[in-house]
């Protein structure tokens, strides 16, 4: 893959992963409009690296409010903790289930089938936008009706909250399209959790997921290395490696417009963007892409 089509990718990934959007869906059709299979090993990995990129500009970003919310104490840490792990579970169980779900029934044909599968089909990505333009539209809505509804500020969201948070981030797992800090923001919103924190949350929860992700389809690289000998590992690897730093500088950009948005009331417009981006992608798979 040339060096052009690496950087387009991750400005892409990076600019999208840290909004409400959909960076995954958004990745996928710009491989498939630069003649790129999206489901193949290396370019599920260089995603999910793409998507470590973004990781790490999480972290940078977020840091400070973490530090003085989450790490002030061991108190609020453990109890932060404890929150992240409930959702993380709620999250593991339901994605595994949901996947296998779908391996054993789209795909009850297709030898070896797996989930990655699923990302080059337009025809797939396209609802999964719109049901996520829905849910963000719903809650930015809701949210400008009713401001008070949603407190300016607040303690972090609840044992209960934190579940049905994780939960829905678990049905985000498959689908290329359905905006995972889209719908744990807009269901957190929803659940009554302040703005500030609810980003803060579901970005934490993001840093969390993204290790395991990318430590699978590492995997998933070298069997297909070992099942077929086409993959050329250390080019993948480099590749992916600097995708990642391009996705990074690219992802703080995204994080200063994604809190200005969300602060300032503007969260529906991300809704809006995002059925007008499962329109556009419905128009590309009709055209054969």
């Known amino acids: 893959m040339s060096l052009l089509k690496i950087i387009i990718l991750a400005i892409v990934q990076g600019l999208a992963e840290l909004l409400p959007v959909s960076s995954s869906a958004h990745v996928v059709v710009a491989e498939k409009l630069l003649g790129l299979d999206p489901s193949s090993p290396s370019m599920t990995l260089l995603l999910v690296m793409l998507h470590t990129g973004t990781m790490f500009a999480v972290i940078v970003y977020f840091w400070p409010q973490w530090r003085s919310a989450y790490f002030r104490d061991g108190s609020a840490f ?14 593991a169980v339901i994605g595994e289930a949901l996947i296998k779900v779908i391996e054993k029934t789209l795909f009850r044909d297709v030898p070896h089938a797996e989930i990655e599968d699923l990302f080059s089909h337009l025809e797939f990505i396209a609802p ?7 849910l963000i539209l719903i809650a930015g809505i809701l949210e400008r009706r009713n401001p008070s509804a949603i407190p300016a500020e607040s ?25 995972r800090s889209g719908a744990t923001i807009s269901t957190a919103m929803l659940l009554g959790v302040a703005k500030s924190r609810a980003e803060a949350f579901s970005f934490a929860l993001a840093v969390v997921l993204t290790p395991p992700i990318v430590v699978r389809e590492a995997m998933r690289l070298i069997h297909s290395k070992a099942a077929y000998g086409q993959v050329d590992l250390a080019s993948a690897a480099v590749q992916s490696l600097f995708g990642a730093v391009v996705a990074f500088l690219a992802g703080l950009l995204a994080l200063k417009w994604l809190s200005r948005w969300l ?14 981006a499962a329109a556009a992608v419905t128009v590309l798979h009709g055209a054969g892409y």
């Open 78 to 91: 453990k109890k932060f903790a404890a929150l992240v792990i409930v959702a993380t579970a709620f999250t």
């Open 128 to 134: 999964a936008l719109a049901a996520a333009g829905l």
């Open 155 to 179: 303690k972090d969201p609840d044992m209960k909250q934190a579940g049905l948070i994780g939960a829905v981030q678990g049905l985000c797992l498959p689908f290329r399209g359905f905006s």
């Open 263 to 276: 602060e300032g009331g503007r969260w529906y417009l991300f809704g809006i963007y995002c059925l007008a």
